[in-house]
Every structure is written in structure tokens, then in C-alpha cells.
């Protein structure tokens, strides 16, 4: 009688393989499931705790107002100024955060000598760690005095000018844009080294430069990654509060470079802990355009991106 040897395979049986790949749909669906809810449910809840106030001041006092003065005699809850101070203010940031973050990650992915990457990179990672309030006390100490100098430079002669003593518009750019490079520089680099090497190698064959494949080749072949890097980037410019409390000197003004301004995200942090009632309300408002903002900002930046895919 011939002794039947079994074979197993390394992965167990079929069995035991169709209950493992069971469970772990089950896993993946109830965590879909759960992060679905989790959008649904903090929409529902800035949705119902943001649009009171709406109807109590009007949409168009609060949205197109340009006083905030809520605990004056005759309350005002307008904030134009607010609002356009987060949109040039991120902008801004990105402009100038974005071309360094996507240049740095081109250097450590392509140029720089693995010494010289194995010191940069570290640093990159380092910069992601550090906490919101160091970046703001860092600028309150070394950004703030430079741009009041800059400032008591440009407005000597000036009898209208309000100084700040460097907590302006311009501080808090800066301080934005260092804050999102590690975002940029590291997802833009993984995105360029995922770029198939077959790639490199046709552009190099073809008789194009290094810089050439660089960025006629290396760059529009990682564009998805890139632009999920300045999505990200937007929306940790846009959601910062304690480094900008500190560095932009929260005071409501329109957004000029000079100008002491306050951001949507400061405005509800420098308020809630006293706010009751009707300003309170309005906070939540505060929180609402906000959120709407990174909505807006994700959902366009999405479909130019499915639109640059189709196109290609």
C-alpha cells in the first residue's frame, strides 16, 4: 500500500485561504463604511451648527460684512475680510511653498548624491514632526523682529499706518509656506521615484538632458502625485491655527501685507473660549465656510486631475 503524501502549501489550504480573504473583506468594508460615515456625519453636524446663525444675522451681513465687532453694543458679525484674508494668505503660501517643495523633491529624487540626500532627507522628516506652536514661537522670535524693522523702514514717513511690530500678513505667509514643504517634498518625491526607470531611460536614449527628462518627462508622468501633494498642502495651510495665531496678530483687517489680519481658523480659536449665544453661532458659521472651502479646494483640484488623465 503506497503511502499518499499531502501537500500543503505555505498559505494553508483553500479553506482556511477562503476564510482569511472572507474576514478581511468583511475588515475593509466595515472601515469604508465607518470612514464614509465619519464625512457624512461631520458634514450633518457643521451643516446644522454653522447655518443658524445664517438666518439669525442674514447671509449677506455675515459673509459680505466688513466689521467684526460681536461683543460691541450693537453687534457685528461680519466677516469678508476673514475670509479673503484665508484665501490670499493660503495662495500665497503655496505659491511660494509649492515651487520649493516640488524642487527639493526633484533634487533628493534625482540629483542630489545619496551623502547629500541621506543629510537632507532626515531634515525634511524632521520639519513634518515639529509641533504648530514651535514654528509660531520660532517666528515670533526671529520672523517678527525682521519684518517690523522692514516695516518701520517702508512706513517712516506715514501717518496712517498701523504698525504691528512684524505680526502681519507677510509673517504668517512665511511661516505657512516653511510649515507645508515637508507635505510637498516628501509625497512629491515618492511620486517621481515611482515613475517607471523605462521611462528615464527612453528620454536619456533619445538624446534629451538629464534636465530635460527631468521635467519634460519625470514631472508630467508623476503629475498625480504631485498635485495630491499641493491638495495636502492646501489643506494643512488653510487649517492652521496656532503658529498663525501667533505670528499673523489676529487683529480683523483687510488682507494687505502690512496689516496685522486674522484667519478663518484664528478667528475661532482666539473666540470660542469665551463666545456665548449668538457669537458663538457665528463661530460655527466661521467653521462652516471653512469647511466648505476645503471641500471646494479638493473636489476642483479632483477633477482637474481626472480631466489631465482623461486628456492624456
Known amino acids: 500500500m503506497e503511502n499518499k503524501k499531502k501537500v500543503v502549501s505555505i498559505f494553508g489550504s483553500n479553506a482556511s485561504k477562503s476564510a482569511v480573504e472572507t474576514i478581511a473583506k468583511i475588515i475593509f468594508t466595515v472601515c469604508s463604511i465607518v470612514a464614509i460615515l465619519a464625512v457624512f456625519s461631520i458634514t450633518l453636524y457643521m451643516i446644522a451648527s ?19 465687532a460681536p461683543t460691541a453694543a450693537s453687534p457685528a458679525y461680519g466677516i469678508l475680510y476673514i475670509i ?21 523633491a526633484v533634487f533628493l529624487a534625482e540629483v542630489a548624491p545619496k551623502k547629500v540626500a541621506a543629510v537632507v532627507k532626515p531634515a525634511v522628516e524632521l ?24 516695516e518701520l523702514f517702508l512706513f517712516r514717513n506715514s501717518e496712517t499706518h498701523q504698525f504691528t ?3 502681519n500678513l507677510i509673517s504668517a505667509v512665511i ?6 514643504l515637508p507635505t510637498v517634498i516628501n509625497i512629491s518625491e515618492s511620486a517621481l521615484k515611482a515613475v517607471s526607470p523605462s521611462l528615464k531611460s527612453a528620454s536619456l536614449a533619445l538624446g534629451a538632458s538629464h534636465i530635460q527628462t527631468i521635467f519634460k518627462v519625470m514631472i508630467p508622468a508623476a503629475k498625480s502625485g504631485i498635485i495630491t501633494a499641493v491638495v495636502l498642502g492646501i489643506g494643512r495651510a488653510i487649517g492652521e491655527a496656532m503658529a498663525i495665531t501667533l505670528v499673523a496678530g489676529s487683529s480683523v483687517n483687510p488682507p494687505f501685507p502690512f496689516n496685522s489680519v486674522r484667519f478663518l481658523t484664528t ?29 471646494l479646494i479638493n473636489i476642483t483640484l479632483t477633477r482637474i486631475l481626472k480631466r489631465g488623465d482623461q486628456d492624456e
Request: net charge neutral; no cysteine.
Open 267 to 295: 478667528a475661532i480659536v482666539s473666540e470660542m473660549g469665551y463666545a456665548s449665544d449668538l457669537h458663538r453661532q457665528v463661530l460655527f458659521t466661521i467653521g462652516l465656510v471653512l469647511f466648505v472651502f476645503i471641500m
Open 165 to 167: 511690530g512684524g505680526a
Open 84 to 104: 479673503l484674508t484665508s484665501i490670499v494668505g493660503t495662495a500665497l503660501a503655496i505659491l511660494l511653498g509649492v515651487p520649493i517643495g516640488v524642487f527639493t
Open 175 to 180: 511661516v505657512l509656506a516653511i510649515m507645508i
Open 50 to 68: 454653522g447655518t443658524p446663525a445664517l438666518f439669525k444675522v442674514g447671509i449677506l451681513d455675515i459673509l459680505f460684512g466688513r466689521v467684526w
Open 127 to 150: 520639519l513634518a514632526g515639529i509641533p504648530s506652536v514651535i514654528y509660531g514661537l520660532l517666528g515670533i522670535l526671529l520672523l517678527n523682529p525682521v519684518m517690523y524693522k522692514l
